[in-house]
Each structure stands twice: as C-alpha cells, then as structure tokens.
T-cell receptor, first 111, second 114 residues
C-alpha cells in the first residue's frame, strides 16, 4: 500500500529564505507526482506536476525534483515571501489512477 | 481553463438530516470525478471515485449507503450525506479528471452537523 510522508510537518521562516520541503513515498511505481498548495479553508491549487520519466519541473520561484528510485521528491521555494504561507501537499498517482496525498507541510513565512 | 466548482461552499445542518453537495466541471468534460474528505490539519482522504453513468467505487471503510454519489453527466457529480451526524462534520473536496491522471480540484464544502 502506497504511503506518502512529508517532512517537516510545520515550518516557520523569515521572509527571503530559500526553503526545501520533502516528500517521500514507499512504492516507487508511480505515474506522476504533484505538489499542491492549500490555503486555510480552501481547495487545492496545483503547483507542479512531474511525470515519472522526468527529474524536475520549475515554475517561477518553485522547483520540484523527483527521484523515483529512492521514493523522494523535494519542493524548493526560492526567496520566500509572506504570501507563500500555506499548507503544501504532495501526492502521487500509482497504477490505480488515484491520488495518494502526503501529510502536508504547514509553512509560515513572516515579514 | 479546467475550473471546478462546488456548491454550497459551506452548510450547517441538524443531525439526522441529509445534505447534498454538487461538484461541477465548468469548462471541460470529466470522465471521472473524485470525492475527498479532510479533517482539520489532516491530509485529504479519498472517499470514492465515480465515472459518468456508472456506480461509484468506494474506498475501504467508506459507507456507500451513507455517502451517496451520483455522476449523472460529464460535468456534474453529487455527494449526498444521508442521516448526517456530528462526526460527519468535515471539509469535503471534489476533483474532476478529463482524461485520467491529472485532477482539477474544487474549492471545497465545509459541512457542520449540529
């Protein structure tokens, strides 16, 4: 059974820092991995999707890498801003077409 | 593009009543829709997968007679919580997939059962 874990569970940093959020999954047989952002009481916003054949994806200040063989992904946020404060979720799709979500990292960036 | 809406955004109901939540894909046809449940400060848990015109597939531990899912068209799926109880209070999120693999999420519905 696929299990997805995210470390750290919570993170509080001053504005301007570069951040790394970690995601690990137990079954390396995935089709893709996706990073989402969730603001309190809101739905999910897709940030980056990495296909299993890819190593990384970039969007603005965000960069996500994927090492399928070791079951790991990292989300790198450059020059963090208070507006980046949210919960970040990673999720993987296995052969069942289902998204299996991680436990999430609650990020707070203070001015 | 790829917008998914949910209605209502929040609802309060009395214990024992039923509540219906709608999920619509506004600018694409969704062959598959998913329903998730999220407790405070926890991740999303998949409840069921529905394909248009067929019965929903429920995850283990989810009561199909309590959480009725109907996917009557390629743009609409509904989740009905029957005989709601306070423990059903949660944040319910749907997603829609046009071709499989990539899912687009709705804004969620906050259900409070008193």
């Amino acid at each position: 059974k696929q299990e997805v874990t995210q470390i750290p569970a919570a993170l509080s940093v001053p504005e301007g820092e570069n951040l790394v959020l970690n995601c690990s999954f137990t079954d390396s047989a995935i089709y893709n991995l996706q990073w989402f952002r969730q603001d309190p009481g809101k739905g999910l916003t897709s940030l980056l999707l990495i296909q299993s054949s890819q190593r990384e994806q970039t969007s603005g200040r965000l960069n996500a890498s994927l090492d399928k063989s070791s079951g790991r992904s990292t989300l790198y946020i450059a020059a963090s801003q208070p507006g980046d404060s949210a919960t970040y979720l990673c999720a993987v799709v296995s052969n069942t077409d289902k998204l299996i979500f991680g436990t999430g990292t609650r990020l707070q960036v203070f001015p | 593009g790829a917008v998914v809406s949910q209605h209502p955004s929040w609802v309060i109901c009395k214990s024992g009543t039923s509540v219906k939540i709608e999920c619509r894909s506004l600018d694409f046809q969704a062959t598959t829709m998913f329903w998730y449940r999220q407790f405070p400060k926890q991740s999303l848990m998949l409840m069921a997968t529905s394909n248009e015109g067929s019965k929903a597939t429920y995850e283990q531990g989810v009561e199909k007679d309590k959480f009725l899912i109907n996917h009557a068209s390629l743009t609409l799926s509904t989740l009905t919580v029957t005989s709601a109880h306070p423990e059903d209070s949660s944040f319910y999120i749907c997603s829609a997939s046009p071709q499989g693999y990539e899912q687009y999420f709705g804004p969620g519905t906050r259900l409070t059962v008193t």
